[in-house]
């Protein structure tokens, strides 16, 4: 099942691509022998003739070849395997000089027309935009949670405060704190951040060195959570004493604790200097005492969460946010392909349509005991993410992409002829060879990563 639906996520979003080169295409005067859904042999195919609509089933490409009735007109075909799809053009690769090939065409058409396919993969990020946003609310950049003692409640930031700029970089939406410390980690310097609070901008600089002591446990910091640990770290001084998950926290140097709540302000009161520390555990309905001592840890995070799921007041704001989602996605894969190409980013994170698969499948099951309204939430959020990421790939400046083929024609505009079709045909075949190179990489890499 989760194959499926990966495979149909995919193929509506590379159909939205190439429908884009399709409409173009026909505004433009380029005839389109074939627009398909899917791979493999056809399982249906649609034509308008001059005769009407003529529908064929399992329709070999020698039939629709010898058709006479079908010869000048578009014909839609449904293929058997849902993986992508396909705008066959008129002269795309090959000489042609007929009037309808995609060649004859002037130079601002056919950029129009190669373009179009990487415009409407964010398009559909941007319908599947306003249908999350509409229905889940808006990523407001709002803080929802301040660490105890950590960088940011010393600076003075506070819940509720609107994140606006972080050392000058403009946040719009919750995700962007996290994204911007990723992509520009933290070096120990001051961070400037610019908030509002109640209505009025304050700027605020951070030191975002953080130095603490680590016993290695978890718990529920909840008053309606009792003191249990959830999970033990390993190699942690609470698993080097012998203390597992499950048992119960009685006591802090003396003090009792009854809920997780208690338990965090007593922690916070008597792990500031590393000192050594008492603890009542029970296990079993017996009690035992631990003396631990904490191990230093030192991090530089700014020390708060920033997110919340308002709701739009109107239309306006929907689409304006949406946008701002197909912007966010779309400036996340440049500064990822960016971290990639200056090698902050190793090859070996890179994914393909395994890992994509794999990816899909993982949200797909997360999302299935919440019921089929976050499930198809869910969905349309990878199909952004996944359409933004298609559509700036396409761009880029490489043969055998949409931004090869931009490429060639912006060199025609200056020279004011074409490079001989020729030897561009050679240049984005070789690209299409170093294409099919990097997917067995990044097929293999996908394996490994699942296998692991």
């Known amino acids: 099942m989760n194959i499926i639906v990966a495979l149909l996520i995919f193929t509506v979003i590379v159909v939205a691509h190439e429908l884009g080169h399709f409409l173009l295409a026909k505004k433009n005067g380029v005839s389109v022998p074939e627009f398909s859904v899917g791979m493999g042999p056809r399982l249906i ?3 308008k003739t001059e ?8 329709c070999s490409q020698k ?8 010869k000048d007109v578009t014909k839609y075909s449904w293929k058997l395997f849902p993986i992508g799809g396909s705008c066959a053009m008129v002269g795309e690769d090959e000489e042609n000089d007929s009037p309808d090939s995609f060649n004859s065409k002037g130079v601002w058409a056919r950029f129009s027309i190669v373009v179009a396919g990487p415009v409407f993969n964010f398009i559909f990020a941007f319908v599947c935009s306003i249908i999350i946003i509409a229905n889940s609310g808006i990523d407001y950049p709002q803080v929802q949670m301040v660490y105890s003692g950590q960088p940011a409640q010393a600076a003075g930031i506070k819940e509720g405060d609107l994140i606006k700029r972080i050392n000058g970089h403009k946040i719009s939406i919750g995700r962007e704190v996290d994204t911007y410390v990723q992509l520009h980690p933290l070096t120990g310097e001051n961070v400037e951040i610019k908030l509002e609070r109640n209505g009025e901008e304050k700027t605020i600089s951070l030191d975002p060195n953080y130095k603490t002591y ?16 959830s999970a033990i770290t390993e190699g942690k001084p609470f698993e080097e ?8 926290i009685v006591s802090v140097n003396g003090t009792a604790v009854s809920n997780g709540e208690e338990l965090k302000h007593v922690m916070e009161e008597n792990n500031s200097e590393g000192k050594e520390i008492t603890f009542e555990i029970e296990r079993d309905g017996t009690t035992q005492e ?3 001592t904490p191990e230093p840890y030192e991090a530089k995070t700014l020390g708060f969460y920033a997110g919340s799921d308002g709701k739009g007041k109107n239309a306006f704001i929907v689409i304006k946010y949406s946008l701002i989602e197909v912007k966010y996605w779309i400036e996340t894969t440049v500064a990822s392909l960016g971290q990639l190409i200056t090698g902050k980013i190793s090859t070996k994170e890179l994914s393909g349509p395994v890992g994509i698969v794999d990816t899909v499948g993982s949200v797909l099951d997360q999302s299935t005991s919440y019921g089929m309204r976050v499930v198809v939430l869910n969905m349309l959020i990878m199909s952004v993410l996944l359409s933004a990421n298609l559509g700036v790939m396409n761009l880029l400046p490489l043969p055998a992409l949409d931004g090869g083929r931009l490429v060639f024609i912006l060199i025609e505009a200056v020279r004011g002829k074409p490079v001989s079709r020729e030897k561009e045909g050679y240049v984005h075949f070789a690209g299409f060879i170093l294409l099919m190179l990097l997917m067995v990489f990044v097929m293999y890499n996908d394996i490994l990563r699942i296998i692991h």
Request: proline share 0%; net charge neutral; aromatic share 16%.
């Open 241 to 248: 004493a012998g203390i597992k998950a499950g048992d119960k």
């Open 63 to 70: 039939l629709m070849g010898d058709n006479e009735e079908w």
């Open 45 to 47: 195919t649609v034509a």
């Open 51 to 58: 005769m009407g609509f003529r529908v064929k089933f399992l």
């Open 214 to 229: 680590l016993f290695g446990f978890s718990y529920t910091a909840n008053k309606t959570d009792d003191t249990k640990i």
């Open 290 to 292: 631990y003396n631990i």
